[in-house]
Nanobody, 126 residues
Framework: QLQLVESGGGLVQPGGSLRLSCAAS????????IGWFRQAPGKEREGVSC????????NYADSVKGRFTISRNNAQNTVYLQMNSLKPEDTAVYYC???????????????????WGQGTQVTVSS
């Protein structure tokens, strides 16, 4: 059974950093693109970043470009989201999702992703 587990969320002050992890079990990530999505209270879920199965290509929402970095370690079956210069508007539940794909690009289209984690809360506040 495919399972994704997010970790690394928490409370951080504006300007701070967090690194989220998405660990997969029950399958190997080698053939999966991974996306990070987030949902703030009262808002729809939105795409944050994605990375292709090989890690050769990434994509970011405009709101996080230059601040967030997605990476993956297939040997550890884990994908990371390094979040720097955090802002209060980054407060949300962050989800990782997997899509079986060998495409050389990835897109932040929620409906393309099949398996989802339960989410981890990120709160940016002073």
């Amino acid at each position: 059974q495919l399972q994704l587990v997010e970790s690394g969320g928490g409370l951080v002050q504006p300007g701070g950093s967090l690194r989220l992890s998405c660990a997969a079990s029950g399958f190997t990530l080698d053939y999966y693109a991974i996306g990070w999505f987030r949902q703030a209270p009262g808002k729809e879920r939105e795409g944050v970043s994605c990375i292709t199965s090989t890690g050769g290509s990434t994509n970011y929402a405009d709101s996080v470009k230059g601040r967030f970095t997605i990476s993956r370690n297939n040997a550890q079956n884990t994908v990371y989201l390094q979040m720097n210069s955090l802002k209060p508007e980054d407060t949300a539940v962050y989800y990782c999702a997997a899509r079986a794909s060998l495409f050389r690009q990835c897109w932040l289209t929620e409906g393309d992703f099949d398996s989802w984690g339960q989410g981890t809360q990120v709160t940016v506040s002073s």
